[in-house]
């Protein structure tokens, strides 16, 4: 998958471990409630030049 937008990029989360491990639950959860094991939650933050608009 390739996903590109001026307006946000894939948040860096790697040393915040307790959100990552939500997001991890949240997949969990999603996997369970639709009966796809191959949910991926992927995180976005807004860029600087989004914050401009």
Same mark, same amino acid.
């Given at each position: 998958?390739?996903?590109?937008?001026?307006?946000?990029?894939? $948040?860096?989360?790697?040393?915040?471990?307790? &959100?990552?491990?939500?997001?991890? %639950?949240?997949?969990? *959860?999603? $996997?369970?409630?639709?009966?796809?094991?191959? &949910?991926?939650?992927?995180?976005? %933050?807004?860029?600087? *030049?989004?914050?401009?608009?």
């Amino acid at each position: 998958m390739d996903i590109h937008s001026d307006s946000y990029k894939v $948040a860096a989360l790697s040393d915040q471990e307790d &959100v990552v491990e939500v997001i991890r %639950e949240a997949e969990s *959860a999603i $996997a369970r409630m639709t009966g796809n094991p191959g &949910v991926t939650l992927i995180a976005y %933050e807004k860029t600087e *030049a989004a914050g401009r608009n």
